[in-house]
């Protein structure tokens, strides 16, 4: 796939077929997206394009509020590429772009410099100044301007549209499960193994530090999870611990993974964490040997879980 961070000159390059969105998650309501705009375009002829976005605009328009990240930066493109898209073009968002009218954005962007021949759009899809470029606009503008233009209605799943706030907020409530259903995949958070306390190892636990690649990476909601660590080609079953750790005096949010009948040193390396299910809340016990005794059962429960899981 050919990724770009501008796009082409004016009238220069293939036809597309377009569709632009944030695609934050790249989950099954994009998905469906996605597999129309590349059946669009092979029935064309032309190349199919999603013009995207960086940085999340709620960062650009709303600062003060803080936004997770389902898919931050590469992520997303690497995820876009799996869902077999010819390109990707990744916009930076500004003020600037976010006064354009829709109109304006139609005409200098997606006519003059990637020729569109198509435009595919979400069913509650709206850009440009005021949020004024709906599918009802955008359907007249393909009218005048001779692009066609098509809707995708809503994927339901649950009696709901799956959305990335949805599968925000599940995630912020430790219900990975569910997320899952609606990404069409584990949740995942990739980073680099780092030095911890060591706690882990005394406890008879040794676990793997993460630090997430992205400081704007949603992680899943403080508790304890049955997952699988990815280092390299290899998968292990491990239990993963997200919180501040209140038992042995708290401190900064960590997530600590134990890999269960694992041996080595991962320091320095970078791992992916896939979160299957939520063992529990992080609690805050009477005694260190309390937790232990209980750090156990999770690893029971774990090793069970991930066992059905192919594990």
Not at 151 to 176: C, F, K, M, N, Y
Request: aromatic share 6%.
């Amino acid at each position: 796939m050919k990724t770009r961070d501008r796009l082409p000159a004016s009238g220069s390059g293939a036809r597309h077929w377009v569709t632009v969105g944030i695609f934050d998650g790249v989950h099954a309501g994009h998905r469906a997206i996605l597999r129309s705009l590349n059946e669009a375009a092979r029935q064309d002829g032309a190349a199919s394009l999603v013009v995207t976005f960086d940085p999340h605009p709620r960062a650009v328009l709303d600062p003060a509020v803080s936004i997770g990240l389902l898919t931050p930066g590469e992520e997303k493109i690497e995820r876009l590429e799996l869902e077999g898209v010819d390109e990707a073009a990744v916009l930076a968002f500004t003020d600037e772009l976010a006064r354009r009218s829709p109109e304006d954005f139609i005409r200098e962007i997606l006519i003059r410099r990637v020729r569109v021949a198509g435009l595919i759009a979400g069913y509650n899809h709206a850009f440009g100044r005021g949020r004024a470029g709906d599918g009802a606009l955008l359907s007249r503008l393909g009218r005048e301007k001779g692009f066609a233009v098509r809707v995708e209605p809503p994927v339901i799943l649950d009696e709901a549209p799956v959305s990335s706030t949805r599968i925000r907020t599940l995630l912020e409530q430790g219900r990975v499960e569910e997320a899952a259903v609606l990404l069409e995949r584990p949740y995942a958070v990739a980073g680099r193994v780092v030095p911890g306390r060591g706690l882990g190892r005394g406890f008879g636990f040794p676990t793997a530090n993460v630090r997430p690649a992205r400081m704007d990476k949603l992680v899943p909601g403080d508790g304890v999870y049955a997952a699988f660590v990815r280092t390299g080609n290899d998968r292990h079953p491990a239990v993963v611990a997200v919180g501040n750790r209140p038992t042995v005096g708290g401190g900064d949010r960590t997530i600590e993974a134990h890999l269960m009948e694992f041996e080595g040193n991962l320091y320095g390396e970078t791992v992916r964490i896939d979160f299957l299910r939520k063992l529990r809340d992080e609690i805050r016990f009477d005694s260190v040997r309390t937790m232990i005794g209980q750090m156990g059962k999770d690893r029971d429960a774990a090793r069970l879980i991930l066992n059905r899981q192919g594990g």
